[in-house]
């Protein structure tokens, strides 16, 4: 493996033509719909709606045409099951025995609390705690974050796409690894909330989040009651979730949600994963947003999400949020406009929302420039690399992401990661990124195919290289960084 000082360095001589390139990307783009697809164009398709090409040979599709493909692809794709190695399936065991196991965790830990205490006061028989293992949360959050860097570096194994909007919409709806109930159940709602419905209906999507384990204790709705009511999942629902800041609701809105909400909760001991408590429902009449509510269970809460997800202001922020994601930084509003309007008129079909996003000239346009986040350049290097092939490429790549600010399921917030170039442009985030490309480089094939993408300058600069170095460079290069 070369000395890391030869990558830093690398990275620091070209961070003024990266600023370059991120301002003035891809001025000379063929038009799209060459034959084959121009450079640039397939660079874009393949880089956006997945994470990287391949050196699979490529589509006699134009990239367009390539692109409309995937979405009824990947479409298809999350009503299949996932692929997921037999070590990590327990993430996909049925929600009510991750329920039953969590809950045999947690008694085990009492056991040994119980025991720690015990043998300070002198020695006692020992209890079994077979029956429940106390790293069970521990290894499925490990499980399900290996699953996830898999999924997203492998097109055997997950759709791109799919892959990509996953991403997309678990930052939209993010629950955090790192409080401890949501830990055994953030695997189950990656792959059966957010991958289930990733080109869906946007109103299920939401209402499925809603009623997952992991979204529930993560906003502690699940402890929200009539007689101790809990705001955090209401105001975060109209907030972040659906209508945005500027949504038109009040604190009083938040308020009433809450109590519309109430009784949507987890029982582990029975093995629910989402039950309705009656007797914990405040059957009072509420007032939300205009709409009078009286009591009628657990559909107060569904029509009210629903309610939610069909409101002009959430088709704007969902809309905003993907061409911010998929496009640029800055979306150009005559796209988000259409994007909402799309939302809008097919009821929140995302399948219908992405076809008017990737039919647009703003896609495809060389003046929406996208810098990748670490998520996006760990994907796409190891796509690069023909994908995960043991287990020190997940620990490898988790330990980058972490360190790189973007832990796997890490973002204590509801509001997500950020995906703009401010946020993870800088020197030093670059060279870690040169250091992982190094480091994986060392194991993976030559990538020479994607010498096609490199514009002549980064050609020219990593040829004077030696040959050991250059698969590093090219994954360390300042165009690899863009997509």
């Given amino acids: 493996m070369p000395h ?14 990266l600023a370059s390139l991120l301002a003035n990307a891809q001025t000379s783009t063929a038009p799209v719909g060459m034959p084959g697809g121009s450079p640039p164009a397939v660079w874009r398709a393949t880089s956006r709606l997945g994470y990287a090409p391949t050196s699979e040979p490529a589509t006699a599709l134009t990239p367009q045409a390539w692109a409309l493909n995937q979405i009824d692809a990947a479409y298809a794709a999350s009503q299949q099951p996932p692929a997921i190695a037999p070590e990590l399936a327990r993430i996909n065991a049925p929600l009510g025995a991750i ?30 705690t077979a029956l429940g293992a106390p790293t069970f949360s521990r290894d499925m959050a490990q499980s399900a974050a290996a699953w996830r860097v898999m999924a997203c570096s492998d097109p055997a194994l997950e ?12 930052n939209h709806l993010n629950v955090f690894v790192g409080k401890g109930n949501v830990r055994p159940f953030v695997g189950h709602y990656a792959v059966n909330v957010i991958r289930a419905h990733a080109l869906g209906r946007f109103e299920d999507l ?17 402890q929200s009651n009539s007689r ?29 949600l809450a109590r519309i909400l109430t009784g949507w ?27 009078h509510y009286t009591n009628q269970g657990q559909q107060e809460g569904e029509d009210a999400i629903r309610f939610l997800a069909r409101q002009p202001a959430t088709a704007q922020r969902v809309s905003e949020r993907l061409a911010t994601f998929f496009v640029a930084d800055q979306p150009p509003a005559a796209l988000v406009a259409r994007l909402r309007q799309t939302f809008l008129a097919s009821q929140g079909d995302l399948r219908a929302v992405m076809r008017t996003l990737v039919s647009s000239p703003e896609f495809w346009a060389a003046d929406n420039p996208l810098f990748k986040t670490p998520m996006d350049f760990a994907c796409s290097a190891l796509t690069a690399g023909g994908g995960v092939k043991d287990r020190r490429d997940v620990t490898q790549t988790l330990g980058f992401l972490a360190q790189a600010g973007q832990p796997m399921h890490g973002w204590p917030t509801p509001d997500g990661y950020k995906t703009d170039a401010a946020t993870w442009l800088a020197p030093e985030a670059l060279t870690r990124r040169a250091d992982f490309a190094m480091g994986l480089a060392a194991r993976i094939p030559e990538v020479s195919y994607l010498n096609a993408y490199l514009s002549p300058a980064t050609q020219a600069r990593i040829a004077r290289e030696p040959p050991r170095l250059r698969t590093g460079l090219t994954l360390a290069s300042p165009d690899f960084m863009r997509k």
Wanted: proline share 4%.
């Fill in 228 to 256: 101790g009511l809990n705001e955090n999942y209401a105001r975060e629902l109209m907030e972040l979730h659906t209508l945005g800041v500027g949504g038109g609701y009040t604190q009083n809105d938040v308020h009433e």
């Fill in 206 to 222: 939401l209402l499925t989040s809603a009623q997952h384990p992991a979204m529930l204790y993560y906003l502690d709705q699940a």
């Fill in 265 to 291: 909760t987890v029982n582990l001991k029975a093995g629910e994963g989402f039950r309705f408590a009656d007797r914990l429902h405040d059957k009072g009449d509420k007032t939300f947003m205009g709409r």
């Fill in 159 to 170: 759709n791109p796409l799919l892959a990509r909007m996953t991403e997309f919409w678990f």
């Fill in 4 to 17: 890391p000082f030869t990558a830093s360095r690398l990275v620091a001589a070209t961070l003024t033509a």
């Fill in 99 to 128: 329920a039953l196991d969590f809950q045999a965790e947690r008694e085990a830990r009492k056991v040994l609390r119980t025991q720690a205490v015990s043998d300070a006061a002198g020695p006692l028989p020992r209890v079994s």
